[in-house]
């Protein structure tokens, strides 16, 4: 099945870039979502269809998809944007047709 | 704008079954498919099938086939999710979340979650 790999954690001051990569075989021709989850919270969509952000999400989150790397880039990080973000993609080869990363922790310092 | 409510948290002994519920609010109940997520205490996701509210038809991931069964009530726009044989790795939270079977749609929303606990 499809494999999705992310960093374990990424940390950040405030008023710097993160990134969160998002790395699997050829994964620029998938669809990449990312997920946000706060502690005790559900996950929430931050990004879609590769660089698409729903409604209400700040011009702060931005992504972008090509190869083998997705990423998930987190400008002028503010404390709240402390939480886990998951990747996600559809993969029709798979026995698991939705396919979520790992994870990545990120950290405001 | 859509909500989705689940039921409470649910305690239950190995080898026992457990019905978790997922209500959407508004009349988009049946335009969108239903997905099921779990999150074991301190892990990532991991996608466990999808249901179609419109014609009942299901997809279920490997892992589970066999042991979950998704059904859902158009008539109270609930989704239901079954998990049998229950093991205690199992304990996890349970997630419902709007999607589809395109891959350019997000999940979006999700419910709130529910623990599920299996202890003897």
């Known amino acids: 099945s499809y494999v999705l790999t992310q960093p374990p954690s990424v940390s950040a001051a405030p008023g710097q870039t993160a990134r969160i990569t998002c790395g699997g075989n050829n994964i620029g021709s998938k669809s990449v979502h990312w997920y946000q989850q706060k502690p005790g919270q559900a996950p929430a969509v931050v990004v879609y269809?590769?660089?698409d952000r729903p409604s209400g999400i700040p011009a702060r989150f931005s992504g972008s998809n090509s190869g083998n790397t997705a990423t998930l880039t987190i400008s002028r990080v503010e404390a709240g944007d402390e939480a886990d973000y998951y990747c996600q993609v559809w993969d029709s080869s798979g026995d698991h047709p939705w396919v979520f990363g790992g994870g990545t922790k990120l950290a405001v310092l | 704008q859509v909500q989705l409510v689940q039921s409470g948290a649910e305690v239950k002994k190995p080898g026992a079954s457990v019905k978790v519920s997922c209500k959407a609010s508004g009349n988009t109940f049946t335009g969108f498919y239903m997905h099921w997520v779990r999150q074991a205490p301190g892990q990532g996701l991991e996608w466990m099938g999808w249901?179609?509210?419109?014609?009942?038809?299901?997809n279920y991931a490997q892992n589970f086939q066999g042991r979950v069964t998704m059904t859902r009530d158009t008539s109270i726009s609930t989704a239901y999710m079954e998990l049998s044989r229950l093991k205690s790795d199992d304990t996890a939270f349970y997630y419902c979340?709007?999607?589809?079977?395109?891959?350019?749609?997000?999940?979006?929303?999700w419910g709130q979650g529910t623990l599920v606990t299996v202890s003897s």
């Open positions: 269809d590769d660089s």
């Open positions: 979340a709007r999607g589809s079977t395109v891959a350019r749609v997000p999940f979006d929303p």
């Open positions: 249901i179609n509210p419109n014609s009942g038809g299901t």
